[in-house]
């Protein structure tokens, strides 16, 4: 069974850093795209930043770009967002997801971008972020 476990969330003020885990088991760490994902109360989701299994490609929403890092630690089946220079806007409830759409290419942007993305989803962790 295909599961993931976010952890890092918390409180923190404008200006400051996070950094997020994503714990993956169930499936092989080598060929995946692996997303993170917010959703802000009374905003739709957003796809944050995600990456190729593999090839590492990434994909950065404009509102992220040069602030947050995405990568992976296969030897620990793991996939982190190091979020730098936190703004409120950026207070959220944050989920990672995983699927597994083949060789595809850019499918780091297209998991991150296309509405409804499918696979598995962890349950998501609290990011807040105080002015």
């Known amino acids: 069974e295909v599961q993931l476990v976010e952890s890092g969330g918390g409180l923190v003020q404008t200006g400051g850093s996070l950094r997020l885990s994503c714990a993956a088991s169930?499936?092989?760490?080598?060929?995946?795209?692996i997303g993170w994902f917010r959703q802000a109360p009374g905003k739709e989701r957003e796809g944050v930043s995600c990456?190729?299994?593999?090839?590492?490609?990434?994909y950065y929403a404009n509102s992220v770009q040069g602030r947050f890092t995405i990568s992976s630690d296969n030897a620990k089946d793991t996939v982190y967002l190091q979020m730098n220079s936190l703004k409120p806007e950026d207070t959220a409830v944050y989920y990672c997801?995983?699927?597994?759409?083949?060789?595809?290419?850019?499918?780091?942007?297209?998991?991150?971008?296309?509405?409804?993305?499918?696979?598995?989803w962890g349950q998501g962790t609290q990011v807040t972020v105080s002015s």
């Open positions: 990456i190729s299994g593999g090839d590492d490609r990434t």
């Open positions: 997801a995983v699927d597994f759409p083949g060789p595809q290419r850019g499918r780091e942007r297209s998991f991150c971008t296309d509405d409804g993305p499918g696979g598995t």
């Open positions: 169930g499936f092989t760490f080598d060929d995946y795209v």
